[in-house]
């Protein structure tokens, strides 16, 4: 079988799949229109997100098998073409959600007690002890919209915290030690910090809005280590200017581009371009903490993610060669 690799990643990608008795090539820069022209030879590709995995690319792609997406995510794949085709398709929400979890957990202790502001304003030579007062996150309610993989890593760094710890998800009946279900009702009556885990669908797409953030009995703390697309960013600065989000940890933003690698502004662009007027305040906020989309991007998940791939592709050629064999 013949492996084309669209992102880089971990070298371990690409050695462990060589020791599955794979052909592994690599092309980083080549643009869509120059893969599909070669795609016909692969039966596997590794992707990150430099590029859309649409209708087209997958029509080109006539021998493909599987599809192995390094990320927890598989927005950026015609997942309905895909499956039509019995194209195979891998993510390895496994691989990161420890950093996830982490990373949600320290953004918030770090909003409530308000490090970036006092480290800021120490070196500025103030020293305001008073002005900086933290909160704990000691007995609050934290809400959890999406239990999934990132949903219960979170969940469970809270676990030492003495905090109520609830979650929203569509599935039914997925409650563990570490949280209680609820319905959305329940989320909306009690919930003192939000946290968002949820993939990036239909479903989810600018569901943080105004009418969703009316909904909530308390101000509170927002979080959001999942998609960009799920926040509507002038709602949410409407809710920040009155007192309704308390404070917003972001890690990624509705400005990202959908390969997650650059910004809403290109690198060449000038630095007169106008910023929109929603991320101005977001920038110029001490009530907001921002990081560029790295909340899963540790150098222990790039290994992680890496592993998982190469261990649920040697499960999916076992798996096909039983197949095989049984079918003769």
């Not at 995995?53 to 794949?77: C, P």
């Not at 003495?162 to 279900?181: G, H, L, T």
């Not at 649920?312 to 039983?322: E, G, H, T």
């Given at each position: ?67 192995g ?10 997942i ?21 979890g ?43 919209i ?12 809270l ?32 919930t ?7 993939p990036q669908?239909?479903?989810t ?33 409407e ?19 959908a ?5 809403f ?6 630095s ?24 899963g ?15 649920k ?6 798996s ?9």
């Amino acid at each position: 079988m013949k492996v084309l690799h669209l992102d880089t990643n971990h070298p371990h990608l690409v050695t462990g799949l060589r020791d599955l008795g794979l052909t592994c090539d690599e092309d980083y820069t080549s643009s869509k229109e120059e893969i599909e022209k070669i795609i016909h030879l692969y039966d596997g590709i590794i992707i990150r997100s430099r590029f859309k995995i649409d209708k087209q690319f997958l029509d080109k792609a006539t021998h493909l098998k599987f599809i192995g997406r390094v990320g927890a995510g598989l927005e950026s794949i015609d997942i309905p073409y895909a499956e039509s085709k019995n194209i195979h398709l891998i993510s390895a929400p496994e691989g990161n959600r420890n950093a996830v979890g982490e990373h949600a957990l320290g953004m918030i202790l770090a909003m409530f007690n308000k490090l970036k502001k006092s480290d800021n304003e120490i070196r500025q030579g103030k020293w305001l002890r008073e002005d900086n007062r933290g909160i704990e996150l000691e007995g609050k309610t934290v809400g959890i919209i999406g239990y999934g993989n990132m949903g219960k890593a979170f969940a469970k760094k809270l676990k030492g915290f003495d905090c109520e710890v609830i979650f929203y998800d569509i599935k039914n009946n997925i409650a563990d030690k570490n949280a209680k279900q609820v319905v959305l009702d329940e989320l909306f009556k009690k919930t003192d910090v939000l946290s968002i885990h949820t993939p990036q669908t239909e479903l989810t797409e600018k569901m943080i809005d105004k009418v969703f953030i009316e909904k909530f009995k308390k101000s509170f703390y927002l979080i959001n280590t999942a998609r960009g697309s799920a926040v509507v960013t002038k709602d949410l600065v409407e809710a920040l200017k009155k007192e309704k989000i308390l404070g917003a940890c972001l890690d990624v933003l509705e400005y990202e581009k959908a390969s997650f690698e650059n910004f809403f502004i290109e690198p060449e662009a000038s630095s007169a371009v106008k910023m929109p007027e929603a991320f101005q305040f977001l920038i110029q906020s001490d009530k907001v903490l921002l990081s560029p989309h790295i909340a899963g991007w540790t150098v222990e998940s790039k290994f992680k993610l890496a592993d998982i791939i190469v261990q649920k592709v040697a499960l999916f050629i076992r798996s096909n060669q039983y197949n095989s064999s049984k079918d003769q």
